[in-house]
T-cell receptor, first 115, second 117 residues
Framework: GAGVSQSPRYKVAKRGQDVALRCDPI?????LFWYQQALGQGPEFLTY????????KSGLPSDRFFAERPEGSVSTLKIQRTQQEDSAVYLC?????????????FGEGSRLTVL | AQTVTQSQPEMSVQEAETVTLSCTYD???????LFWYKQPPSRQMILVIR??????QNATENRFSVNFQKAAKSFSLKISDSQLGDAAMYFC??????????????FGKGTKLSVKP
């Protein structure tokens, strides 16, 4: 596609529900990043994929957070048993080269509100 | 670990005037990239300008320029001839060339820029 696409753009969940957020990176982009952006803050790194391999998940805040990219293109970020502190915008970004020296392209994010 | 600090939560500028947004960072690395991103209400991060640490020359993109002071670890953004469309959150970001998550960006907390007509 022309850009990084994320869905849903808005998600409201009741505390305890599971949610899944989808990211469609730019076609052919090797590397994919997930960020969490709390209100009024800068994005914070969650996890990183190179093709289908999850090479770094050190930013995932708890074991309730899980990300996958099974075929090296679309990625899903899953949050189990959501808590109010999970409310944030979740940004996905992709980059063409595995050397990661090019530009990072961002999606518009998924805003999650946990009630 | 690297950190990025933006000490101005909010800034305001008159249309057609010039404004400078501040950013400092901390790193022990000698080679890295620095970026300024713009985030409008649509939430999509848009790259404004990029600086490679090994380049002494300050980067410029049309009305946007940086003042990169490597020894001082300072990376400020100057917006000239400000336009209403420049109003947004601006984030300073650092990218290491090393480590397992090459390409990962470390962001500051952002500066909200308002442009007055």
């Amino acid at each position: 596609g022309a850009g990084v696409s994320q869905s849903p753009r808005y998600k409201v969940a009741k505390r305890g529900q599971d949610v899944a957020l989808r990211c469609d990176p730019i076609s052919g982009h090797v590397s994919l990043f997930w960020y969490q952006q709390a209100l009024g803050q800068g994005p914070e790194f969650l996890t990183y994929f190179q093709n289908e391999a999850q090479l770094d998940k050190s930013g995932l805040p708890s074991d309730r957070f899980f990300a996958e990219r099974p075929e090296g293109s679309v990625s899903t970020l899953k949050i189990q048993r959501t808590q109010q502190e999970d409310s944030a915008v979740y940004l996905c970004a992709s980059i063409l080269s595995s050397r990661n020296t090019g530009e990072l392209f961002f999606g518009e994010g998924s805003r999650l509100t946990v009630l | 670990a690297q950190t990025v600090t933006q000490s101005q939560p909010e800034m305001s500028v008159q249309e057609a005037e010039t404004v400078t947004l501040s950013c400092t960072y901390d790193t022990s690395e000698s080679d890295y990239y620095l970026f300024w991103y713009k985030q409008p209400p649509s939430r999509q991060m848009i790259l404004v300008i990029r600086q490679e640490a090994y380049k002494q020359q300050n980067a410029t993109e049309n009305r946007f320029s940086v003042n990169f002071q490597k020894a001082a670890k300072s990376f400020s953004l100057k917006i000239s001839d400000s336009q209403l469309g420049d109003a947004a959150m601006y984030f300073c970001a650092y990218r290491s060339l090393y480590g397992g998550s090459q390409g990962n960006l470390i962001f500051g907390k952002g500066t909200k820029l308002s442009v007055k007509p």
